[in-house]
């Protein structure tokens, strides 16, 4: 679905995802896995882009055969243009085309800011804004192509907000770049293809796994529902984006944290 076309689907085929190609970086576990299976659920054909995460070739088989779809795993390092631009063109031939991209890969580290190594900080940029950035471009030039296509970024509520105890400098900037990288390029490619952004709040996955129980304690108590989301929670509203449903949006920003940015 291109954007200067009105969509009138009804509303059984609004989320309906069968027939469209979408791949996700960081795909192999946490956000990424949940939201790879919720568009095996809705039909789509998956690729799953990983770095490390050695189970996600087996994880792109059980969602094919679970959901009788197509799946397959593709490994790139998203920091190296090179390798996610590789892999977003054999994932194009594989499967004759990409629909959807989802740019979710991110690491996060918590520091005093005063004591990060140029390296450290360097490498949250590289993959969380730089990273981000390659994969969307990678896609983009597919989408040019093809004459539509759709750009999905993980953002995060840190993105806008800066909560206590807290130590995230890199990452909440990097976050920050995601968000006004999305809107830049929801502008710039608006002729083939939207752009959005999620941005969820706490949710269990690794990422989270720096934190001490003191601070875990704090951020819940920040929460107006009182409870870290499940990934499994984001499926809804990536498939909204990822979906003809959302057809008219794009630049958007779509916060899912238990209503913790809540002033
Ligand atoms: P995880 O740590 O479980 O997943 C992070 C994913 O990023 C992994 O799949 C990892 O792949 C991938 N990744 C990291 N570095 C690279 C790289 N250089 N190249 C390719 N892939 C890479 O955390 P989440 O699932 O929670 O994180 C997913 C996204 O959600 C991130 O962008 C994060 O910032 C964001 N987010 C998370 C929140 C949370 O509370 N969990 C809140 C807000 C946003 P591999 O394992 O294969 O190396």
Redesign the pocket.
Known sequence: MVLSKPNDAPVQKLFDLTGKVVAI????????LAVATAYAEAGAKIAI?????TN?PNTAENLASKYQTQARAYQ????VPKEISAAIDQIVKDFGKMDVIVA?????SEHAAQEYTPEEFQEIMD??VN?AFYTAQAAARVFKRQGFGNVVF?????ATLVNTPQRQAAYNAS?AGVLQLAKSLAVEWVDFCRVNCV??????????EYASKDVLDKWLGQIPARRFAS?YELKGVYLFCASDASSYMTGSNLVVDGGFTLP
Do not use: E, F, H
């Open positions: 970086t960081g795909g192999g576990r946490g956000i990424g882009l990983y770095r490390t995460t996600a790139a390092d998203v920091t979710n890969a991110g690491i996060c993959v969380n990273g993980t953002a995060s509520v840190s976050k941005s969820p709040g706490y949710t269990q996955t690794q990422i989270m990934p």
